[in-house]
């Protein structure tokens, strides 16, 4: 299973390298500051702080 998919910002292919066989840069398609993980991951340090 690939770690990341990649977007091509050139062509617009998906893919797993860090150059694109058109020569574009490939992108991380997804948002980078999202993060569920890290969103529960606030809700649980609260949740403990306040010993619920
Ligand atoms: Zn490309």
Known sequence: MPKSILKCAKCGRYTL??????SGKPLDPRPAKF???D???KFRR???KNDI
Do not use: L, M, Y
């Not at 390298?17 to 058109?22: F, G, L, N, P, S």
């Open 17 to 22: 390298k860090q150059t694109c066989d058109c």
């Open 35 to 37: 993060s569920i993980e």
């Open 39 to 41: 969103k529960w991951g």
């Open 46 to 48: 609260i949740a403990k």
